[in-house]
């Protein structure tokens, strides 16, 4: 069984991750910023574009392949999933023409049949929240290669989310971080691990 916890860059997913693994005593698996893609797409993005995003599906499966393999018992919280990669990061590429329409359309088309063959999550944690809150937990954490990343860009991101999460059908918890702080407030990050546990236990029964 997994947990997958998503959202936008800056919603701290890497931290409800590390959160969620110590208190359920959970392996925690982290996104992969590794990609023998990522060089050339920076300097070349609609050329490269549709191989960043093929390499992200196959880790991507992968991953969640061996998971599906563990034995009984050992559980799993996962830092970012193969649904955003198409339905967020893809989409953004393509609407920003970067990904073109053919490579689109095959991209995903293999994102379509691979999903279909995957173990789900047995609860998707949507971390929501507004680009001044994002701006916010970026600015914080201070990491260099994330300082250009801008509001206008951010937003796109988050109507793409929004658009995808609408339409998930699996077991979903939406948290709202601008009204829970759960990195800076003790009380919102208990209130939060509780109702996860919650949905767990509840979806075990």
């Known amino acids: 069984m997994y947990i997958a916890i998503t959202g936008n860059i ?3 997913k890497t931290y ?18 590794e990609n023998p893609y ?3 797409f920076y300097e070349d993005m609609r050329r490269w574009a549709f191989n960043l995003q093929v390499y992200f599906l196959g880790k991507r499966q992968r991953q969640i392949d061996g998971i599906a393999a563990l034995p009984e018992g050992r559980n799993v919280v996962v830092d970012r999933t193969i649904y955003e990669d198409a ?6 590429l393509h609407h920003a023409g970067l990904l073109s329409s053919r490579d689109y359309t095959t991209y995903m088309q293999l994102y379509n049949f691979t999903v279909d063959n995957l173990l789900r999550p047995a609860l998707l944690v949507y971390l929501r929240a507004s680009v001044p809150t994002l701006v916010s937990q970026i600015q914080r954490r201070g990491r260099a290669y994330e300082s250009s990343i801008d509001g206008t860009y951010l937003e796109g991101l988050n109507r793409l989310y929004e658009e995808w999460i609408g339409t998930y059908d699996g077991p979903k918890l939406v948290i709202d971080v601008d009204r829970e702080d759960f990195v800076t407030d003790p009380a919102s990050r208990e209130a939060i691990l509780a109702r996860i546990e919650e949905h767990i236990h509840g979806s075990c029964k």
Do not use: M, P
């Open 87 to 92: 339905r967020v990061f893809a989409t953004n």
């Open 10 to 12: 800056g919603s701290g």
């Open 38 to 40: 990522i060089g050339d």
């Open 16 to 33: 409800l991750t590390e959160l969620l693994s110590g208190r359920l005593g959970w392996e925690a698996q982290y996104e992969e910023s």
